[in-house]
């Protein structure tokens, strides 16, 4: 199975927004509607840690420090995931990647850079 590609990274000032997508490539639908999709991230010096995930059918979860600012969808249809993240802060500075987990193990994508300067 291809690994998670990840787009929609970039530079952003204080407050801003920006939008993540996560898609699988030729994933058949059967194995997509198996996987929770996850984003995590990975700042300079600090472990990787979860930002967000969705089960199909379920509502999504989210991490404390973005809960209220981000917000995870899940698109069957198109078999791709977006993390719209608003009210950014240079906290949120990191590389993001998606996860997609199944019942043959997990993932990862190669991460997509979101810094926000000010």
């Known amino acids: 199975q291809a690994p998670p590609v990840e787009s929609g990274g970039g530079l952003v000032q204080p407050g801003g927004s920006l939008r993540l997508s996560c898609t699988v490539p030729r994933v058949i639908t059967s194995v997509w509607n198996s996987y929770t999709m996850g984003w995590y991230r990975q700042a300079p010096g600090k472990e990787r840690e979860l930002v967000a995930r969705?089960?199909?059918?379920?509502?999504?979860e989210y991490s404390k420090s973005v809960e209220g600012r981000f917000t995870l969808s899940r698109d069957n249809a198109r078999k791709v995931v977006h993390l719209q993240m608003n009210g950014l802060t240079p906290e949120d500075t990191a590389i993001y990647y998606c996860n997609a987990a199944g019942q043959r193990g997990a993932s990862w994508g190669q991460g997509t850079q979101v810094t926000v300067y000010s």
């Open positions: 969705i089960s199909n059918g379920k509502s999504p």
